[in-house]
């Protein structure tokens, strides 16, 4: 997992995401820490091994260290999250070593993440929204009623 340690510690990813932190240190609903970032991996990687999905352990870290970093451009700037974490996978992947393919791949998923795809369904796509859902203990947020999430996405039973 060398290149996903490289991506953690590149020095754009280390500002955004202590930039991130100091935004969201009073924020009542959930938080895009580290421990999102690998719950979401390891859900991901999950869910690659029951749908028999042939993607690499360090593409669908990458993916998941990289889907929300975007959040501090959403707060700061109002881009949009998903657009700007793809945004920022061009300027860190390749120093950690990631291929052009593995970054498309990567970009794609973090653009289609906030998006239930229920016409065409896509097995890649769902894996990361998914994750991200699941990734969070809705069933025991103190928020939960205050929660501007559709009872749909919450996490209401204890599942994976």
Same mark, same amino acid.
């Given at each position: 997992?060398?290149?996903?340690?490289?991506?953690?510690?590149?020095?754009?990813? #280390?500002?955004?995401?202590?930039?991130? #932190?100091?935004?969201?240190?009073?924020?009542? &609903?959930?938080?895009?820490?580290?421990?999102? &970032?690998?719950?979401?991996?390891?859900?991901?990687?999950?869910?690659?091994?029951?749908?028999?999905?042939? @993607?690499?352990?360090?593409? @669908?870290?990458?993916?998941?260290?990289?889907?929300?970093?975007?959040?501090?451009?959403?707060?700061?700037?109002?881009?949009?999250?998903?657009?700007?974490?793809?945004?920022?996978?061009? @300027?860190?992947?390749?120093?950690?070593? &990631?291929?052009?393919?593995?970054?498309?791949?990567?970009?794609? &998923? @973090?653009?289609?993440?906030?998006?239930?795809?229920?016409?065409?369904?896509?097995?890649?796509?769902?894996?990361?929204?998914?994750?991200?859902?699941?990734?969070?203990?809705?069933?025991?947020?103190?928020? #939960?009623?205050?929660?501007?999430?559709?009872?749909?996405?919450?996490?209401?039973?204890?599942?994976?």
């Amino acid at each position: 997992m060398k290149r996903v340690n490289s991506i953690y510690r590149h020095p754009l990813y #280390q500002k955004k995401y202590n930039t991130l #932190q100091k935004a969201e240190e009073h924020r009542r &609903f959930c938080n895009h820490t580290l421990e999102h &970032f690998l719950d979401v991996a390891r859900l991901m990687y999950i869910y690659s091994m029951e749908h028999e999905l042939s @993607i690499s352990k360090e593409v @669908i870290y990458a993916t998941a260290f990289m889907h929300d970093i975007g959040r501090i451009d959403q707060i700061e700037k109002n881009i949009p999250h998903e657009k700007a974490g793809a945004a920022l996978c061009d @300027i860190i992947l390749p120093d950690c070593g &990631f291929t052009k393919d593995e970054i498309g791949m990567i970009k794609e &998923f @973090i653009i289609h993440h906030r998006t239930k795809d229920t016409e065409s369904y896509q097995p890649l796509y769902q894996m990361l929204y998914w994750a991200d859902k699941k990734s969070r203990n809705c069933f025991a947020c103190a928020m #939960q009623a205050e929660c501007n999430w559709n009872k749909e996405k919450m996490n209401l039973e204890i599942d994976y």
